[in-house]
């Protein structure tokens, strides 16, 4: 009796597990309607390239794939030292996202979004994603580009591994992505935007450009952002940064102007407004904006008072 009752523990403590993984979190497409898909309902750019992938090289195969297609030639192994990871036998986001912007181009990562996944393939850009083709505990981890999809045959196209044009369906290509959190970037030219752009992610994207001091670069691409969001006192600010660190004082003066007309109460602005003063030797001038950048900054945030310290 005692073994019996055992076993059924047992057989139920099965079902919940069973129960459980059967469980999964529900995929967009199951959640969007058809109009919401957009038109056209099938695309597919051909004239992408494609890199056959050697052992755990997806993402330099993926990354020169997109590179190729902006205009820039270069091989997988070309980029394999940058963004392999011997330890991991593979690449990490970051890698694949600094790797592109040494070479000049502004890596977008987009929303985790089905419907903008589809948007930027329908206006031309192949767009790199992560995949778990495995389990979540048993993760197997790959990078391919999405070149096109067929709504009505359910299907998406991908460069993908040693394959060129491999057709996935939409539901197992969604599940797969999923697990690897939606993540999706493309690549653009310093000025040009994605499809349907947001504010902060193509600011983030353009800020990542200063990082690895591509000063020209993220100029472009903060005037970009002033033509689409003019009061966005970001991308006035980001603009005066990219011109100062080019030693163009004046210019960056003139910017930081306008961010502070849009936002007069962030002490960076004042900051650095009150430098690009300085190094026009006009210190009188500078002092208010040192000064207030000063009042305005929280605990913690000395280095606010680099430019009052560095005044007569």
């Known amino acids: 009796m005692y073994r019996h009752k055992q076993r059924i523990h047992v057989l139920l403590l099965l079902a919940v597990v069973l129960l459980a993984a059967c469980a999964r979190t529900p995929l967009q497409i199951d959640e969007l309607e058809t109009e919401q898909l957009g038109e056209p309902r099938a695309v597919e750019l051909t004239e992408v390239p494609f890199f056959p992938q050697e052992a755990y090289q997806c993402g330099p195969a993926a990354m020169a794939t997109l590179m190729n297609h902006r205009g820039l030639d270069i091989a997988p192994e070309d980029l394999t030292p940058q963004m392999y990871l011997p330890g991991r036998r593979g690449s990490l986001q970051i890698e694949l996202l600094t790797s592109a912007r040494r070479q000049g181009f502004l890596a977008y990562v987009h929303e985790p979004e089905l419907t ?7 206006v031309g850009h192949p767009v790199l994603i ?3 083709l495995a389990l979540e ?4 981890w790959h990078y391919a580009v999405v070149v096109g999809f067929d709504l009505d045959a359910g299907e998406v196209l991908l460069r993908s591994g040693t394959t060129k044009r491999e057709r996935m369906s939409l539901r197992r ?3 797969t992505w999923q697990r690897g959190d939606y993540w999706a970037i ?3 030219q310093p000025g040009d935007v994605p499809e349907r752009p947001d504010e902060t992610r193509y600011l983030r994207a353009v800020a ?5 001091e591509r000063w020209p670069d993220a100029e472009a691409g903060y005037r970009a952002a002033i033509q689409y969001w003019p009061d966005s006192a970001t991308a006035w600010f980001g603009l005066g940064n990219t011109l100062y660190q080019q030693d163009g004082f004046a210019d960056a003066e003139d910017y930081y102007r306008q961010a502070l007309r849009r936002d007069a109460l962030q002490p960076a602005i004042h900051h650095n407004l009150a430098w690009a003063l300085i190094r026009q030797d006009r210190p009188d001038e500078a002092r208010p904006h040192a000064e207030e950048a000063a009042r305005l900054a929280d605990e913690g945030q000395s280095h606010y008072r680099t430019a009052l310290d560095a005044l007569p």
């Open 116 to 122: 903008d996944l589809l948007a930027q393939v329908r």
């Open 137 to 140: 505990r048993v993760p197997v």
């Open 186 to 188: 493309t690549l653009h």
């Open 130 to 132: 992560l995949q778990n």
């Open 208 to 212: 990542a450009l200063e990082q690895v």
């Open 173 to 175: 290509f969604e599940r």
